[in-house]
């Protein structure tokens, strides 16, 4: 079992950053494709940001690319989502979650065997 917790999230202007954080307790994440995932109210939980379970590659919902960037630390079993130029249609509640490395598809919600609990991101106009 994998336990995720999400952590930084808040209230932002627009064009403003701020970094998300999810620590991992239970097992290592290494082996553990991660990825960030949001969900606005009244919407569909939607992709934003994969890793591999090296660090290696990423991947990006084009609504965020170019302006977010998802990294983890295997050391500290944690991973994080750096967001800058953040606009009001970021405002959401985001969750990280990990799947097997070899495991189905970065971009499909059901592929994810762990969820955090989520964090509030909010943007203002």
């Known amino acids: 079992q994998v336990q995720l917790v999400e952590s930084g999230g808040g209230l932002v202007q627009a064009g403003g950053s701020l970094r998300l954080s999810c620590a991992a307790s239970?097992?290592?994440?290494?082996?553990?494709?991660m990825g960030w995932f949001r969900q606005a109210p009244g919407k569909e939980r939607e992709f934003v940001a994969a890793?591999?379970?090296?660090?290696?590659?990423?991947y990006y919902a084009d609504s965020v690319k170019g302006r977010f960037t998802i990294s983890r630390d295997n050391a500290k079993n944690t991973m994080y989502l750096q967001m800058n130029s953040l606009k009001p249609e970021d405002t959401a509640v985001y969750y990280c979650?990990?799947?097997?490395?070899?495991?189905?598809?970065?971009?499909?919600?059901?592929?994810?065997?762990?969820w955090g609990q989520g964090t509030q991101v909010t943007v203002s106009s």
């Open positions: 979650a990990a799947k097997p490395w070899n495991s189905g598809s970065y971009y499909s919600v059901p592929q994810y065997d762990y």
């Open positions: 890793i591999s379970y090296g660090g290696v590659s990423t």
């Open positions: 239970g097992r290592t994440i290494s082996t553990y494709s």
